[in-house]
């Protein structure tokens, strides 16, 4: 999974913590801080990788589709 474009450990926490207090509340979300926190950074450090454009289809497809089966 790729997050484009880079985000900062602040932004990524951010989003969590509204995210999760949309999704769970306020009390709940707060509670999950340090998980959330620790998820954030992660989020920071994959985002900043430098993935070349050519490796980028292996992420992206899906390669147990069948869709000439599907069909």
Known sequence: M???PAVSP???YR???L???LVWGLEEA???DAQLRGIANS???IS???VPDDVEP???EDIGRDDEAAS
Do not use: V
């Open 19 to 21: 995210n999760a207090a």
């Open 10 to 12: 602040e932004e990524a």
């Open 43 to 45: 989020m920071a450090a």
């Open 58 to 60: 292996l992420f992206g």
């Open 48 to 50: 900043a990788l430098d």
């Open 30 to 32: 707060a509670a999950m």
């Open 15 to 17: 989003l969590l913590t």
């Open 2 to 4: 790729r997050i484009k």
